[in-house]
């Protein structure tokens, strides 16, 4: 089955940027997503379609993409990006959609 | 404003079916661009896609709970309904709803926005 790798933890100082990777074979060919979770909370979509921001979600959060690879970056991170981050995407079909094992980023 | 509640029951024994509900508001599931989608949570662990249902009922499934999953929509109610029979405690999560919003003429499409979720809890 499709999987998407994200690295478990990425930890950084207030102010400083997070960068957090999700790799997969058709990620070339299929648009990633990315989604927010605190604790006790729903995902929030943070990054839709590889680079585009949902309206409402700050500037500081953007994303890109490069060959089997996506990243989702956080310039001047604050104390309230502490969370879980996670990538979504789909099979190369686009019939199963299929989420990376997330990331805890933890803002020092 | 768009909003998705999942509701169900808590608690669930080994073997029993599982039937939730997501009750949906401020789109339609007659919408040609949107659906819903479940997805579930064990604690402490990564999301799961479980299954999607789109506007024309075209159906889709996780390739490793297709056999005990199924999703039905009733437009006229604004719900979505996932069946999951045979549970085990290994099903114990959060079990989110959240509407899909396609990308035109692709097959892709996102999460957004995420209901609160609903805990299941499998055990005797």
């Known amino acids: 089955s499709y999987e998407l790798t994200q690295p478990p933890s990425v930890s950084v100082s207030p102010g400083q940027t997070a960068r957090i990777t999700c790799s997969g074979d058709?990620?070339?060919?299929?648009?990633a997503y990315w989604y927010q979770q605190k604790p006790g909370q729903a995902p929030v979509l943070v990054i839709y379609?590889?680079?585009e921001r949902p309206s409402g979600i700050p500037e500081r959060f953007s994303g890109s993409s490069s060959g089997t690879t996506v990243t989702l970056t956080i310039s001047g991170v604050q104390a309230e990006d502490e969370a879980d981050y996670y990538c979504?995407?789909?099979?190369?079909?686009?019939?199963?959609?299929?989420f990376g094992g997330g990331t805890k980023l933890t803002v020092l | 404003q768009v909003t998705l509640k999942e509701s169900g029951p808590v608690l669930v024994k080994p073997t029993e079916t599982l039937t939730l509900t997501c009750t949906v508001s401020?789109?339609?599931?007659?919408?040609?661009?949107?659906?819903v989608s479940w997805i579930r949570q064990p604690p402490g662990k990564a999301l799961e896609w479980l299954a999607h249902?789109?506007?024309?009922?075209?159906?889709s499934y996780s390739t490793s709970l297709k056999s005990r999953l199924t999703i039905s929509k009733d437009t006229s109610k604004s719900q979505v309904v996932l069946t999951m029979t045979n549970m085990d405690p290994v099903d114990t999560a959060t079990y989110y709803c959240?509407?899909?919003?396609?990308?035109?003429?692709?097959?892709?499409?996102?999460?957004?926005?995420w209901g609160q979720g609903t805990l299941v809890t499998v055990s005797s």
């Open positions: 959240a509407r899909n919003i396609a990308v035109a003429g692709t097959g892709e499409y996102w999460f957004d926005p």
């Open positions: 979504q995407s789909a099979d190369s079909s686009a019939t199963y959609r299929v």
């Open positions: 401020g789109f339609s599931l007659s919408n040609a661009r949107m659906g």
């Open positions: 058709a990620l070339p060919k299929q648009y």
């Open positions: 379609k590889d680079s």
């Open positions: 249902i789109f506007s024309n009922d075209e159906k």
